[in-house]
């Protein structure tokens, strides 16, 4: 990891901090399964026919027809899942920003998870670039794994729970450390990337079953 950083140069991950998280996670829905100009021409229209110009707010989101979202480009499953988005900002379920520094990853992960089509790494997102949150793995990227596996010689993608494991020793600064193995599949692209001082050995956990199995 030093050699990486020392190629890589200075840590540049910005936190976008002026947005809500609503409209941070609506925009992460948008752009689920698209290409990002695709995305974004639909936000753009979005923007123009539900929220005058402005992003939406959620009271604009529950009261726009599904028409209306339907010509902006949306898919009948994202205009369900940004309605319940909606509703769950209303209800606080998703916190307001002024409550953050009260709630850690964990929660926030467990609390917007409950929403319809946002997931684990969606939430992560967010945790990273929007809220600037320093200690967050996103285990399943695919980048992160691949970055993993080129900077410490790896013949095969590491499994999400043993990297999670490997990964302890990065804390408090695993946020850092995800945008340093985002950056080495971009150096090996290029040609740039250090070759491993050794190839390390992932610890070898136990499967979940046979755990649970042994628990009984």
């Known amino acids: 990891m030093a050699r990486l950083i020392a190629v890589a140069g ?20 948008s752009h689920q399964q698209l290409h990002a100009n695709a995305a974004n021409a639909i936000l753009r229209r979005f923007s123009e026919s539900c929220g005058a110009g402005d992003f939406p707010t959620p009271d604009e989101v529950l009261a726009a027809p599904t028409r209306k979202m339907r010509a902006a480009g949306f898919s009948l499953a994202k205009i369900a899942a940004l309605k319940d988005l909606a509703s769950k900002t209303l209800d606080g379920v998703v916190p307001e920003r002024a409550h953050l520094a009260e709630i850690d990853d964990a929660q926030i992960i467990e609390r917007i998870t409950q929403v319809r089509g946002i997931g684990r790494w969606t939430v992560e997102m967010m945790l990273m670039f929007q809220l600037g949150r320093p200690d967050v793995l996103p285990v399943d990227d695919f980048g992160v794994r691949s970055g993993f596996r080129l900077t410490y010689g790896l013949r095969k993608m590491p499994p ?42 992932l610890p070898r956990l136990k499967r979940r079953k046979a755990r649970a199995k042994r628990a009984k």
């Open 160 to 201: 999400p729970r043993a990297l999670a494991a490997y990964g302890e020793r990065w804390k408090p600064h695993r946020t850092a450390a995800a945008w340093y193995l985002w950056r080495a599949v971009d150096l090996s692209k290029e040609g740039k990337l250090p070759p491993p001082c050794e190839r390390i050995r």
């Open 10 to 29: 200075p840590y540049e991950l910005v936190p976008e901090l002026e947005w809500t998280l609503f409209r941070a996670l609506a925009r992460a829905v």
